[in-house]
């Protein structure tokens, strides 16, 4: 797991109420289509972000990367940072 | 006009080179519309003769759209589904529609388990290339008559079994007049399509841009995900009119970014679908005074609105908004439970005539005539007369006020769920012995009363509900009984339930 991978582990297994050691909850599992964050929830997941490490997520980046595991969402996170 | 897609071809007369309808990958001229639904339809017709119904089983796209062009084309109605329906509730649509033609990528058609008894397959990739056949398709058009169905939409059905409501051509055609009429549409407007195309609302974006060739923007639908994003997507994209379900707007206005993103372009907020608060409506008003805002109202039955209000005074954010008056070519009518008229104030069953009715629910005579009855108030001749389930009162000043439902439907997040169908699924899972499902309409929950002996985690019972019913079925909240309280006839004590679980919270 990456640094930004765990924050965001941390982050979400905390704020969506997920047990650490549920087999299902992996970097890799699609957290909607699982059912660990709601509708709302994924908002609340983009403003974490923007706020936890001063970056802005936009429209087109939704609409262009998938962010559907801590993954992606790592990988759109790092891009911002190193660009 | 005899049917919808005539429409098309006007308008591709008029403006061949002009954008129709764009998503994310795809974009459509009017003519490339045109063309692509020739193709499509070159291929139903290839693959089967007749005016049998095509499932439309694709993700939200133009490609989809221009299916449904090729499904009128080849003169036969289309039945859109979701891209993630699950495997078993498709088979029960086919089923009950018998036999026809599916659309689909070559993606989903294998991962089918098995081939679907009646239904022959057409790629959507393969039937966009078919060469396109001009004359056959005008010829297979100027057989259908405005009282054949355009399309057929599945709704939920109490007992498990969704429900195909067919719509005839005239009721779109009359449709698309009144809307581009009365909201003033005309080839400047660009539309941000927020419904789903299995939802009947979807028929206000896709056909007023037919009519009068507007602009359809298709907004990925991944953004719904994320509402405080919305505002940024219709200022890039120069959206002038949307029509979404009241949830989307409530999301909206609730996340606060209509304060800090202004949206100059934007100029009419039409919704439907399920009740619009004023609160969050006068958080719209505050922040975006100049748009129009009007408030419709309509079952799927009935061609997708029948009565509707343009916001035009001030409300508090406790009183309701009303659904306003009937449409053009709609009548409504507020029935007593002895089916006389009730006066004005005087709460009854909402009831629709007009030509816009449903031809019926598809292949279901009966649950068909438990709604669609002849109006008992005429009885020189028939009039067809649908009955909403809605529970209305008529206003001093002649506006409708919607109250709520007679049955156990519910609407959550606009979509049309019968509470029944999500407990028939749940009755189905191997460690629940009996189940109810309730809904909790302050916090927006279907809760799930489980019977059973063990320790059941709601997030793993919807991995297997989803396989059964639609995701937005699924319930939100899961209580586990050993025993569920029953009534003294033994039946399940739903008002206990209600009381302890739902009330006293």
Redesign the interface.
Known sequence: MTETERVLFNYISENFDIDSDDPDFTVDVNLFDYGFVDSLGATEIVVFIEEHWNIEITQKDLTLYPMNTIAEIADVVDSKLGA | MNSAIMMLEKTAERFPNRCAVRD?NDSFTFSKLREAGLSVAAALMRDAEGNSPVIVWLPKSAKMLACFMGAMYAGRPYVPVAEDIPEKRLRDIAANIGAGQLITSGGNAKALKKPIEGFSIVLCEDALEAEPKESAALAAVSKVIDCDPIYIMYTSGSTGVPKGVAIPHRGIIDYADWVCETFQFDDNTVLGNQSAFFFDNSTLDIFSMLKVGAQLIII?E?????????P??IC?NGINTIFWVPTVLI?VAN?GVLEKTKMPCLKKVLFCGEAMPNRQLNIWRKNCPDILYANLYGPTEITDVCTYYIVDRPFKDSDPLPIGKACRNMRATILREDNTPAAVGETGELCISGSALTLGYWNSPEITDRVLITNPNVTAYREPLYRTGDLAYMAEDGNIIYVGRSDSQIKLKGLRIELGEAETAAKTVDSIKNACVLFDADRQDIVLFAETDEDIK??RL??ELKKLIPAYMAP?RLVCLKELPKTPNGKIDRVLLKKTFIEQN
């Open positions: 994310e990925p991944v953004l719904h995900r994320y509402p405080t994003k919305l940024e997507f890039e999301a996340s709601l997030r919807n991995l939100t």
